[in-house]
């Protein structure tokens, strides 16, 4: 895929530019409705096809997308957004919430990013605004450790996977939490900057394939007893959100990325 300053990109297929709505305009994540990573979304060429059980599939050609721009909000902050249309709209108000409408679906209609750093993320020097990707929380892209997920499943009882935390880049080889040290990374030929930490919330609880919260609120309860961020400075702005991967910055040209590339990186401690 091709690293961009608004995420990954493969053709049509960009990340995270496609958000659900409410009649006010809000974002609406599965932290609110978890069914709604039921939704597996596709796209060939310009085209998008939804699928979701019990529905028919729905497709919308992103390359007809246009106006009307909607006011839409992500964390009360404005962003720019298209409606994707009354079938599409129809189409997931009844699988999410058995009605016929409620909510819509958006695409983001810029190539850059267009939010400054939320207020409460300022605390953390590195942030720029151009890190702040379509609609993602806080950047463009993450980073998970797989000896990290594999150190956290060793305290639980039902194991989680890095689905669970949706990252853009999956790292094989580190030592478990290393990555919280890491500075500059450089992944294939494309370089990013370690931002800020991930802190993980109630979505982490939520099962990727059966859309249903763990009724324990597991991994996050585990996570809140070994991963709380201690430094007095940044605690208040992060309450107990535990903190797991990192959010880094693109810092470099747009590139190609592929799997299997290597990931070379510095280290602010010894």
């Known amino acids: 895929m091709e690293c961009t300053p608004l995420g990954l990109k493969s053709g049509w297929l960009r990340d995270r530019t496609l ?10 994540t599965a932290r609110q409705i978890p069914r709604m990573v039921q939704v597996k979304p596709s796209v060939a060429g310009s085209v998008l096809t939804l699928r979701a059980p019990g529905m028919m599939t729905i497709s919308i050609d992103l390359a007809y997308v246009g106006k009307p721009f909607v006011t839409s909000t992500v964390w009360d902050q404005p962003v720019p957004a298209c409606d994707c249309g009354e079938d599409v709209a129809r189409w997931l108000s ?76 999956i790292v094989k080889g580190a030592e478990a939490l290393e990555e919280d040290t890491w500075d500059w990374i450089k992944i294939g030929s494309i370089i990013f900057r370690n931002v800020k930490p991930c802190t993980r ?9 059966a859309g249903i919260k763990n009724s324990k609120t597991e991994p996050l309860k585990t996570l809140k007893k070994y991963r709380q961020i201690e ?10 959100s535990p903190m797991l991967g990192i959010h880094m910055g693109l810092k470099g040209p747009n590139g190609m990325i592929k799997l299997g590339d290597p990931v070379y990186v510095n280290s602010s401690e010894e």
């Open 231 to 240: 430094d007095p400075k940044i605690r208040p702005f992060v309450g107990e």
């Open 201 to 209: 919330c109630i979505f982490t609880t939520i099962d990727p394939d």
């Open 19 to 28: 958000m659900l709505i409410n009649h006010d305009g809000k974002f609406i």
């Open 94 to 169: 009844r699988f999410l919430l058995q009605e016929d409408s409620g909510l819509r679906l958006v695409y983001y209609p810029l190539d850059v990013p267009s939010r400054d750093v939320r207020i409460k993320n300022k605390i953390f020097p590195l942030m720029e605004n151009s890190d702040a990707g379509a609609y993602p929380d806080a950047t463009a892209y993450t980073l998970m450790n797989e000896a990290s997920i594999a150190d956290l499943n060793t305290r639980l009882e039902d194991h989680v996977t890095p689905l669970h935390f949706r990252p853009n880049f």
